[in-house]
């Protein structure tokens, strides 16, 4: 079914992004669902968010643009939201994620490559505007991931929707 849709998607030049459910499920593999994205639908993902753990461990997501932890309290269903320093164990991989962002951004954004090529540790404030002109034209994906059923990681999701998709003013 998605790919079916994603062909309409292509047909009418809808923006869009992409949510890698389910990360709380035995057999959740966040690095082959990409590499699906970009070998089954012709895309170039774009990803913001990695995943806290996979499966059983699956604790919440990193935020690559502000590069902090989000966790979320499993009491309240993920409506409370932790933020935190990278943990120790996925900091040399969210480092190499981020790097990879800002540097596939940067491939499709003139400004953003004149500030990259100044400094390659690019913030937010400059990644977002440009990662949204490379959605709307088509030629990123921004990837996130969660568990809706566990309300982890629908937040950011959301977040994505505002700061990359087309307002209905556009």
Do not use: H
């Not at 079916?4 to 009418?12: E, F, G, K, L």
């Not at 012709?42 to 499966?55: D, K, N, R, S």
């Amino acid at each position: 079914q998605s790919e079916t849709v994603w062909r309409q998607a292509d047909r009418y030049g809808v923006p869009r992004i992409v949510f890698v459910n389910k990360m709380d499920r035995m057999g959740a593999d966040f690095e082959a669902v990409t590499g699906e994205i970009r070998a089954k639908l012709g895309a170039v993902p774009a990803v913001v968010t990695l995943p806290l753990g996979q499966a059983e461990t699956f604790a919440g997501v990193i935020d690559l643009l502000a590069m902090r932890a989000l966790t979320f309290d499993e009491a309240d269903r993920g409506a409370t939201v932790r933020e935190a320093p990278v943990p120790a164990a996925f900091a040399a991989a969210a480092e190499r994620a981020r790097a990879a962002l800002v540097e596939l951004v940067a491939g499709e954004d003139e400004a953003l490559l004149d500030a990259y090529l100044r400094n390659p540790d690019v913030p937010a404030e400059q990644l977002v505007p440009a990662l949204r002109r490379a959605t709307l034209s088509g030629r990123l994906v921004p990837v996130f991931c969660g568990s809706a059923l566990r309300n982890k990681g629908v937040q950011r999701l959301l977040d994505g929707v505002v700061d990359f998709l087309p307002s209905p003013a556009d």
